[in-house]
């Protein structure tokens, strides 16, 4: 099974940038849809970003659109979230998983999590 690794994630002030890494472990070609979440506490984990393998098609939660932007570069197999115009709401522990089915945009629906990157947004 493949292994996701995330990186990136810290702490930044409102209205900074950060940008994430999620790449495959082992050697293995990631050629599925690739979904970052993220997870507060005390609050459900929710899909924030999503981007199918070429790439033409993406997916952004209401809450980060205009400043998340998903993207992937293939020969490296990695998936990137960069997140501008941070805000503290977007603190969080941020997960990249691949997609198992397009059902739903639960967790339910994706496989191969990561452990998670801490993003901490401070005011």
């Known amino acids: 099974q493949v292994q996701l690794v995330e990186s990136g994630g810290g702490l930044v002030q409102a209205g900074g940038s950060l940008r994430l890494s999620c790449a495959a472990s082992?050697?293995?070609?990631?050629?599925?849809?690739v979904g970052w979440f993220r997870q507060a506490p005390g609050k459900e984990r929710e899909l924030v970003a999503d981007?199918?393998?070429?790439?033409?098609?993406?997916y952004y939660a209401d809450s980060v659109k205009g400043r998340f932007t998903i993207s992937r570069d293939n020969p490296k197999n990695t998936v990137y979230l960069q997140m501008n115009s941070l805000k503290p709401e977007d603190t969080a522990v941020y997960y990249c998983?691949?997609?198992?089915?397009?059902?739903?945009?639960?967790?339910?629906?994706?496989?191969?999590w990561g452990q998670g990157t801490q993003v901490t947004v401070s005011s």
């Open positions: 998983a691949i997609r198992l089915r397009l059902l739903t945009n639960k967790e339910a629906d994706f496989t191969s």
């Open positions: 082992g050697g293995t070609y990631i050629r599925n849809t």
């Open positions: 981007i199918t393998w070429t790439g033409g098609s993406k």
